[in-house]
């Protein structure tokens, strides 16, 4: 029995061990109505390929060559909060992943470079990015001032009555 590779662009489209050589593929072949493909390889008998997979994601010898190669040369993907450095694959940061689109934040959040973390926009962002009005800054303020204002009059009246 021999092996061979029907291939189309570099892709595994069949794998055949036979002893029918390249003719009884092509039978095959046609049998099964696949006439795109660029060429019949015959490869070493001891070697596994995989259909679907890239003829570039093996060595000469035909064994699969590492994930962080086959990475390297684009035949496989890596996660997107992924990537590649050197010879390793390392999670992305926090920025990254937000610059690539991996987390997404909505309009009123920010990512924060001192604290490296994602975080609520400011009053003054959200002016600045234009999702909040002056007004409505200045209504915010005003409630904010008269809830301290009721919690302070609490406090004393508790205070009054010994109870804090």
């Known amino acids: ?12 489209l069949r794998v055949y061990k036979t002893s029918q050589g390249e003719k009884g593929i092509v039978e095959s072949l046609k049998n099964e109505k696949i006439i795109d493909y660029d060429e019949i390889k015959k490869i070493a008998n001891d070697t596994e390929h995989a259909t679907g997979s890239d003829t570039r994601e093996y060595d000469k010898e035909g064994a699969l060559r590492p994930f962080i190669d086959r990475a390297k040369d684009g035949l496989i993907e890596i996660r997107p909060a992924y990537k590649i450095v050197g010879n ?6 926090l920025k990254e992943k937000i610059m690539d689109n991996v987390i997404k934040i909505d309009d009123y959040q920010i990512y924060d470079d001192v604290k490296k973390e994602i975080r609520p926009k400011t009053q003054e962002e959200l002016l600045a990015s234009g999702l909040i009005t002056q007004e409505k800054i200045n209504e915010i303020n005003k409630e904010k001032l008269i ?12 205070e009054a009555l010994g109870k804090l």
């Open 147 to 158: 809830q301290e204002e009721i919690r302070k009059i609490a406090i004393e009246k508790l």
């Open 88 to 93: 390793e694959i390392i999670e992305k940061t």
């Open 1 to 12: 029995m021999e092996t061979y590779l029907v291939l189309k662009q570099n892709k595994i």
